[in-house]
């Protein structure tokens, strides 16, 4: 959402008073309220949701960031509304916190979930500008020698292969990719991610989980199932 957006959300909100504020005072009062407001909402929500979708976490992982986004931020939020909404009208000072909570609550929640479907969308969209190969053959599935191949990516029906000097999208399954990379030395670290042996040029530990930085400098994540085949296999120190 960006601060245009907020503004016209706002000049929406404004004109049809939502949660009781349409009784407040003039509409020129109520339509500045809720645009400030939500142009401030725009900060404290839609900056920290972008940086969350662009992680590149795995699905569930994303939203349950955003989810813990929107009931945290939401708090402090409700606490500066509240002391806005009273200064510009005194006789909302009576109102508690935890309605103030659940008015940010309600609105907070379908912008941020909108936010994060319109980005998806556009993820989509975006995906056959990179020219997918076409060919669901293995010896020219990936568009570039198996030799060559630092990790394997999955993104929604394609597979994006890193190089050393840098990435292309195939359409394919994640199966489909790893035999065709064959026979150069990985694992599959995660649902999403294969990675080259030789790839790998530091392990990244962060608390019980731990990434793979690629000698490209892309970390790929690597599921808690995998520790054990991946220290099994020698990548890990014991």
């Known amino acids: 959402m960006t601060l245009a957006g907020a503004a016209a959300i706002g000049l929406f909100l404004g004109l049809i008073g939502p949660f009781g504020s349409y009784l407040t005072g003039p509409s020129w009062q109520r339509v500045a309220y809720w645009v400030a407001t939500l142009s401030l909402g725009a900060v404290a929500f839609a900056l920290p949701a972008r940086v969350i979708l662009h992680r590149g976490?795995?699905?569930?992982?994303?939203?349950?960031?955003?989810?813990?986004?929107?009931?945290t931020a939401s708090l402090p939020f409700a606490a500066l509304i509240a002391v806005i909404a009273s200064a510009v009208w005194p006789h909302l000072a009576s109102r508690g916190l935890l309605e103030w909570y659940g008015q940010?609550?309600?609105?907070?929640?379908?912008?941020v979930v909108g936010q994060a479907l319109l980005s998806t969308r556009n993820r989509a969209q975006q995906a056959p500008i990179d020219t997918p190969a076409p060919s669901a053959t293995p010896t020219n599935l990936l568009g570039t020698p198996p030799s060559e191949v630092l990790c394997l990516r999955m993104?929604?029906?394609?597979?994006?292969?890193?190089?050393?000097?840098?990435?292309?999208?195939?359409?394919?399954?994640?199966?489909?990719?790893?035999?065709?990379?064959?026979?150069?030395?990985?694992?599959?670290?995660?649902r999403s991610w294969w990675v080259a042996r030789d790839g790998?040029?530091?392990?990244?530990?962060?608390?019980r989980n731990l990434r793979l930085r690629l000698t490209n400098g892309v970390e790929a994540q690597v599921a808690r199932s995998a520790i054990a085949p991946l220290r099994a296999a020698g990548w890990l120190d014991a």
């Open 200 to 207: 790998v040029d530091q392990v990244m530990v962060e608390g």
């Open 57 to 71: 976490m795995g699905r569930l992982r994303t939203w349950i960031w955003l989810a813990a986004l929107i009931l």
């Open 155 to 190: 993104e929604d029906h394609y597979v994006r292969v890193y190089t050393r000097s840098g990435s292309r999208l195939v359409l394919a399954t994640m199966g489909q990719a790893i035999a065709a990379v064959a026979p150069r030395e990985g694992l599959r670290v995660h």
């Open 104 to 111: 940010v609550l309600a609105i907070s929640t379908p912008l």
